[in-house]
């Protein structure tokens, strides 16, 4: 089970004002549409889409990319991209800063993330990830071989998936140490010949006058306090998500020197 982070108090919750309560409503209404028009549109074509092509998925997730590419748009976070996603199946680590990180990562390109069991309960949230393919999983080494055959049936599939193995958010400032239990399935017979593991860093740059901390989401911080902030704040600043080359798992001896060469390449392209 991950742990949550709690590092320094967060800075002072944003004070409502009237320019803020208007920008709320600019852009709460429109994001709205925009997220839950588009679950529907997702779940009226996985309702063809699933008959036909079973975990296999070669339309919606091109919904979600153009949904989170439009919500970033409304919030006013610019995106900068750099490297490129790997091409086909196989997985991606990355640090783990705030719920942005979500439409972040998935408007780059077309990915599923990989997210503790409990989140599939969260209101809201849980919905959305069910809908765009999340996998669900326990933090927990006994239930390793049970994960692997699930990572080998999703990317068997063509599947990317997306792994956070901080295990919890965190300020925005930081990497956290990687737990190394998840990476103990990339070495299951089927998947560590085969198996790429691509380093991803998403850095988080505030607003001109604002905290640097502005985009984390940590310790006992809402997630409704956090979402009108981002949707009051007058101006916002920019993120950048840079791939690294990919890792065959097969070039490490176990899971604790991958998740290793992982961490440092994530922490390398943070700081950088």
């Known amino acids: 089970m991950s742990t949550t982070w709690f590092g320094d108090a967060p800075p002072p919750a944003t004070r409502m004002t009237g320019r803020g309560c208007l920008l709320v409503l600019l852009r709460g209404m429109p994001l709205a549409l925009l997220v839950f028009g588009g679950l529907a549109l997702l779940l009226v074509a996985r309702i063809v889409e699933r008959p036909l092509f079973g975990h296999a998925r070669p339309v919606t ?19 900068y991209t750099e490297g490129a996603p790997m091409n086909g199946p196989g997985a991606a680590v990355a640090n783990h800063s705030s719920w942005l990180d979500i439409f972040v990562l998935n408007a780059s390109k077309r990915i599923y993330f990989v997210s503790k069991a409990e989140v599939a309960g969260w209101p809201g949230i849980g919905w959305l990830a069910r809908a765009t393919g999340t996998v669900f999983i326990e933090r927990n080494r006994s239930q390793a071989a049970a994960q692997a055959a699930l990572f080998e049936e999703r990317l068997a599939a063509g599947h990317r998936l997306l792994f956070f193995p901080e295990g919890t958010s965190s300020d925005g400032r930081r990497v956290l140490p990687f737990k190394t239990t998840l990476f103990a399935a990339f070495f299951a017979p089927g998947l560590v010949e085969t198996l790429e593991v691509q380093p991803v860093s998403v850095s988080y740059r505030a607003p001109q006058g604002a905290d640097a901390r502005f985009y984390g989401w940590w310790g006992d911080m809402s997630f409704g306090g956090h979402f009108l902030s981002m949707l009051a704040s ?29 961490e440092a390449r994530v922490r390398a392209g943070f700081e950088a």
């Open 234 to 262: 007058p101006r916002h600043g920019q993120v950048t998500v840079v791939y690294d080359r990919p890792l065959k798992v097969s070039d490490y001896a176990d899971r604790k020197a991958l998740a290793s060469a992982c």
């Open 61 to 79: 997730p091109y919904i979600t990319v153009f949904v989170c590419r439009a919500a970033l748009r409304i919030i006013g976070l610019r995106l």
